[in-house]
């Protein structure tokens, strides 16, 4: 069994930063391609970033490319979310996920579908 569990959310004033960090427990971490999500009041779970199991590739949504860094230390079964220049809209649950199906080296998922495995999510709130 999997278990992700997210930490670094808080409410920071809009051109603020935040680094979300996720724990992976349970499986070889550093085989799995791994995403952060978020979802907003109202709105669907949305695409944020993920990087493959190795952190040779990253993707990013066009609406957070050049502020957010995701990143992974596989010795530490770390991921991280580092974000800068936030915005009140990135006011948000972030949640961690995780894809423990697709074997490392394969296709990277930007759809929530693409994830088996969620944490509980993290609160972050922007302030203008």
């Known amino acids: 069994q999997v278990q992700l569990v997210e930490s670094g959310g808080g409410l920071v004033q809009a051109g603020g930063s935040l680094r979300l960090s996720c724990a992976a427990s349970g499986r070889a971490f550093s085989s799995y391609n791994m995403g952060w999500f978020r979802q907003a009041p109202g709105k669907e779970r949305e695409f944020v970033a993920a990087?493959?199991?190795?952190?040779?590739?990253?993707y990013y949504a066009d609406s957070v490319r050049g502020r957010f860094t995701i990143s992974r230390d596989n010795a530490k079964n770390m991921v991280y979310l580092q974000m800068n220049s936030l915005k009140a809209e990135d006011t948000a649950v972030y949640y961690c996920?995780?894809?423990?199906?697709?074997?490392?080296?394969?296709?990277?998922?930007?759809?929530?579908?693409?994830?088996?495995?969620w944490g509980q999510g993290t609160q972050v709130t922007v302030s203008s």
């Open positions: 996920a995780g894809d423990f199906r697709t074997n490392c080296g394969t296709y990277v998922y930007t759809g929530r579908s693409g994830y088996d495995y």
């Open positions: 990087i493959s199991c190795r952190g040779g590739n990253i």
